[in-house]
C-alpha cells in the first residue's frame, strides 16, 4: 500500500455497466456513425480509430448485433468481452449523449491530453479514485473486512457478502447490485 492524495471530487456509478446499459448507448452510438459493427465486432469509428471495444462473437458475451440493431440477454447482468477501449467510448458515448466534451481522443486514447482531473465529460476512474470508491474509507481488503481465505473453498464470509466470485458465483456472472454495497451505498 501507499499513501495518495485525491486533489478533486468524482462521481462513480454504483454498479457496474450492465449488458443493457452498454447495449443501449452502443445502438446510440451505431445509429450516430461512432462505431461500426458487424455479428463479430464492435468497432471504433472516432478519430480515425477502428480499434474493437467489444468481442461480439465470444461465447461469454451476452449482446448479439443482426440487421442493424442491438440486443442482449440477461440484461441487469455486467456487461461482459468490452474491452479498455470500449470502456472509454463508453465514457465518450455518454458525454456526446449529453453534450458535454469527450475525455479521449481515439486516436491516441490520452484522457484530456493527459489531464484526466480536469476532463469536462465522463471518463475512466484512476486506479487511485477506484480503490478509493470501493474501500468506502475502510483500511481492510474489502469494504466489509479482511480476506479471511484465499481460495474459492471453503467461501470468504466478507467476499461472499460483497461480491460474486469463483467461490460463490457458479461460474457465471450475476444481476448488478445483488451484494452488500459499501459504506458509500
Request: charged letters at 15%.
Amino acid at each position: 500500500q501507499h499513501q495518495v492524495t485525491l486533489t478533486h471530487g468524482i462521481y462513480v456509478q454504483s454498479t457496474e455497466v450492465t449488458n443493457w446499459q452498454y447495449m443501449e448507448l452502443a445502438q446510440w452510438a451505431y445509429d450516430h456513425g461512432y462505431v461500426t459493427a458487424t455479428s463479430a465486432s464492435l468497432r471504433d469509428n472516432l478519430d480515425g480509430s477502428t480499434q474493437e471495444l467489444l468481442d461480439l462473437d465470444s461465447i461469454y458475451c451476452e449482446l448479439d448485433f443482426s440487421g442493424g440493431v442491438f440486443s442482449c440477454v440477461n440484461p441487469d447482468h455486467p456487461a461482459k468481452e468490452v474491452t479498455w477501449y470500449g470502456s472509454a467510448a463508453y465514457c465518450d458515448w455518454l458525454s456526446l449523449q449529453q453534450d458535454l466534451p469527450r475525455a479521449y481522443n481515439h486516436g491516441t486514447w490520452q484522457c484530456n491530453g493527459g489531464s484526466p482531473y480536469t476532463a469536462a465529460g465522463y471518463r475512466l476512474p484512476t486506479e487511485a479514485e477506484w480503490e478509493y470508491a470501493c474501500r468506502a474509507g475502510s483500511t481492510t481488503a474489502f469494504a466489509n473486512g479482511p480476506i479471511t481465505q484465499l481460495s474459492c473453498s471453503p467461501i470468504d464470509p466478507n467476499l461472499d457478502q460483497m461480491g460474486w466470485y469463483c467461490g460463490n458465483a457458479g461460474s457465471w456472472t450475476h444481476p448488478a447490485a445483488q451484494k452488500l454495497p459499501n459504506a458509500w451505498g
